[in-house]
């Protein structure tokens, strides 16, 4: 009798465990096809002079607000094929970046006109720039303009986005002829 209840009790164990494993699998299949949930940005006020992609805090005393947070400056070689003269490297701006084009991948060749409006790349039907690969998440990354100036944003991608051969965590100033890598395709920002 005690041995039949053994029996039991691991074959119940057993089940579990494999249907621990079946959940976990389509856990994975489900935000590798559907991606993540991407949170909206919080709106700013009318009468801020650029979106940003960062939220402010507003304080409510009058005092002398804090200077605003900078994301890290991304660094970059000196010499390389993007500097300037003073040896670091020309951002892209929206007076020097006119144009993303696509330098590698299914689409290479193809141009886009960049807008002050945030482009998103990924897979979905709905992105901006829509890169169809296995290595593309649905929302993969973001291009925005910050105080005038072109950053990518990762948004949470399976597989990374590079930007000059260097993930990038968190927005990055993008500077001029700089690859960005998404899955098998890299563009740059142009003038």
């Known amino acids: 009798m005690s041995g ?3 029996l039991l009790l691991l074959r119940l164990a057993f089940l579990a465990l494999l249907w621990l494993f079946v959940f976990g699998i389509v856990y994975a299949l489900r935000s590798d096809l559907f991606g993540s949930r991407v949170q909206k940005l919080a709106a700013e006020p009318a009468h801020a002079p650029s979106a940003s992609p960062f ?3 507003p304080s409510p005393n009058p005092s002398p607000s804090p200077p605003a947070r900078q994301p890290p400056p991304i660094s970059t070689l000196p010499g390389g094929p993007n500097t300037a003269q003073g040896g670091r490297a020309a951002k892209a701006t929206t007076s020097s970046a006119g144009r993303l084009v696509i330098t590698s991948g299914p ?7 960049l807008s002050p409006e945030p482009l998103t790349i ?6 901006g720039l829509v890169i169809r690969d296995d290595y593309t998440s649905t929302h993969h990354a973001r291009l925005l303009l910050w105080n005038d100036e072109w950053m990518i944003q990762d948004l949470d991608s399976t597989n990374g986005t590079f930007l000059g051969g260097k993930r990038v965590s968190v927005p990055t100033q993008i500077p001029l002829n700089t690859p960005i890598r998404i ?4 563009f740059e920002l142009r003038r």
Not at 107 to 113: C, D, P, S, T
Not at 122 to 127: A, N
């Open 122 to 127: 990924g897979r979905s039907g709905e992105s």
């Open 4 to 6: 039949e209840l053994t």
């Open 183 to 186: 899955g098998a395709t890299s």
């Open 55 to 57: 939220p402010s805090n």
């Open 107 to 113: 689409k290479a060749g193809e141009e886009l006109r």
